[in-house]
């Protein structure tokens, strides 16, 4: 079983820039695509990006496209989400997750206007 912690959230002004991390611990998470998704409140799960394991492709979420990053360090266990230009649309919980399987317990971006 692989547990995932996600970290870097916090509160940023629109226009800012925000680096997540989700560290896989527990079982590797070799073979893996890791992937990012988001929540606001009162809105279904929202596809942000993946990454596939060997980080040849990457896939975004039509909404984040040109602002956001997905990256990956199989050698720490480690997705990135790096965030620029962010929105006040952009506020959300963001979980990890591995395979689509398993899920971090997420980390809260703010965006404020």
């Known amino acids: 079983q692989v547990q995932l912690v996600e970290s870097g959230g916090g509160l940023v002004q629109a226009g800012g820039s925000l680096r997540l991390s989700c560290a896989a611990s527990?079982?590797?998470?070799?073979?893996?695509?890791l992937g990012w998704f988001r929540q606001a409140p009162g809105q279904e799960r929202e596809f942000v990006a993946t990454?596939?394991?060997?980080?040849?492709?990457?896939y975004y979420g039509d909404s984040v496209k040109g602002r956001f990053t997905i990256s990956r360090d199989n050698a720490k266990n480690t997705v990135f989400l790096n965030m620029n230009s962010l929105k006040p649309e952009d506020t959300a919980v963001y979980y990890c997750?591995?395979?689509?399987?398993?899920w971090g317990q997420g980390t809260q971006v703010t965006v404020s206007s």
């Open positions: 997750t591995a395979g689509g399987i398993t």
């Open positions: 990454i596939t394991w060997s980080g040849e492709h990457t």
């Open positions: 527990g079982r590797t998470a070799s073979g893996y695509a």
